[in-house]
């Protein structure tokens, strides 16, 4: 039976995992893994027996927040667009649609390759765990 501090843990471990990707585990015979977070991994090939809460859950959730906040930047930049081009092709003038696809295209060859290198500069700087197996 959890108590307190352990639910509470259990509890934000259980949520974490719902929404996360998966953690890539190379098991020390060579095989390679992927277990999402809170699980425990036997590997087939030597029974080890890796744990993934071995990561600390304020570090993982961290590294998440981070990638979300990557997503929703390029998300809320195109609910702009389509907020501000829209009602001008409805409701002003037809000839807006040139602009839109002009300023989408700018977006697209300007900015989203900037976009990219942060993203992978974040990936590539990103905290990298050692996990021990148990067995």
Avoid: K
């Amino acid at each position: 039976m959890l108590r307190g501090r352990q639910r509470a843990r259990a509890s934000r471990i259980a949520a974490m995992a719902a929404s996360t990707p998966p953690i890539a585990i190379r098991c020390e015979c060579g095989e390679g893994h992927s277990v999402p977070y809170g699980d425990r991994l036997t590997c087939e090939s030597c029974g080890r027996v890796w744990d993934t809460t071995q990561i600390p859950p304020d570090e993982y959730a961290r590294r998440n927040r981070q990638m979300n906040r990557f997503r929703l930047e390029i998300l809320a930049f195109a609910v702009i667009l389509l907020v501000v081009f829209v009602p001008l092709v409805l409701f002003v003038s037809g000839s807006y649609v040139f602009l839109g696809i002009i300023v989408g295209m700018a977006w697209m060859f300007l900015y989203m390759p900037f976009w990219r290198r942060r993203v992978r500069r974040a990936a590539a700087n990103a905290p990298r765990w050692e996990l021990h197996p148990e067995r």
